[in-house]
């Protein structure tokens, strides 16, 4: 497996790849201050600074079975991670210090997928599969009563605040085909935002200035709806928010791992992604 961590930039329209690796590595968040990238790697955490190349292992002690499911804190000084916990094999959400420390578990139940980080920094938005659901939750980053969000049936997952934190973006599987959804920040007014009856389209991604969305798309015929796996032909798609227009802007080989945070720059116009060989 080789993984190629990459750049788009949406107003250039280039394609550039910063780094490759002959091992897995997934799901580029981009840092606040625009200066790293933080991506899991065989369970790890991992920062890659752009300004040399080089990658550095932020200690996480015993949460050291993360998937590819986390969230840099909006002050840059916490990240929170998914852990697939020994005793049971569930991901479950931590934070931990961003320079390395002690995790603290937020959410005991489990399985929980962490995808969203509000941006006055005091909630976490994640799927979660509860009694057979899988739904979207917010719980406070103290921990506590977790807030169920959706409950329609099937999978919805992929919830991320905006920068405002009015709106939950999030991808929902029920109208038979995954799409692209949007929820007021306490779940009222969902509202379907792209209506595709032949690509499942997961993972919508706001950049910080609010004006365009980039989504993960499987064909229907790669995959099932509820599906986001790897080792798939996959196209990354934007989305003009004012518009409604949709693009295909890149194709890849990938799928899960690719893109399933936000990876937005701070500036709005590029965000970071993994392609994949085989």
């Not at 103290?142 to 605040?161: K, Q």
Request: with cysteine; net charge negative; proline share 5%.
């Amino acid at each position: 497996m080789k993984s190629r961590l990459e750049i788009y930039n949406i107003r250039t329209k280039e394609r550039k790849i910063i780094s490759e690796f002959n091992y897995l590595i997934e799901a580029p968040n981009w840092s606040a201050d625009g200066n790293f990238l933080i991506y899991n790697s065989q369970g790890k955490i991992y920062r890659y600074d752009l300004d040399n190349g080089i990658s550095t292992e932020i200690f996480t002690d015993y949460v050291n079975q993360c998937n590819n499911d986390h969230v840099l804190s909006p002050d840059g000084n916490e990240i929170a991670v998914s852990h697939n916990v020994k005793e049971d094999g569930l991901s479950r959400i931590y934070i931990v210090p961003f320079n390395g420390g002690i995790p603290r578990l937020i959410t005991p139940l489990a399985p929980s997928y962490l995808h969203g980080w509000s941006p006055d920094g005091k909630t976490l938005a994640y799927c979660a599969e509860r009694n057979g659901e899988f739904d979207i939750y917010t719980i406070s980053v103290a921990g506590g009563n977790e807030i169920r969000l959706t409950d329609s049936v099937g999978l919805n997952d992929g919830p991320e605040y905006d920068s405002t934190g009015e709106y939950i973006w999030y991808n929902s599987v029920r109208t038979g085909i995954m799409q692209v959804w949007r929820m007021k920040a306490d779940g009222t007014e969902q509202t379907q935002i792209t209506f595709d009856s032949e690509w499942n389209i997961w993972f919508p991604h706001v950049s910080p200035d609010k004006k365009h969305v980039v989504m993960l798309a499987y064909h229907k015929n790669d995959v099932k709806p509820y599906e986001h796996v790897p080792n798939k032909n996959v196209e990354l798609r934007l989305l003009d928010v004012q518009t409604g227009a949709i693009e295909t802007i890149v194709k890849l080989f990938g799928g899960q791992g690719t893109i399933n945070v936000n990876s937005w720059a701070p500036d709005s116009e590029q965000f970071a992604f993994v392609s994949y060989e085989v």
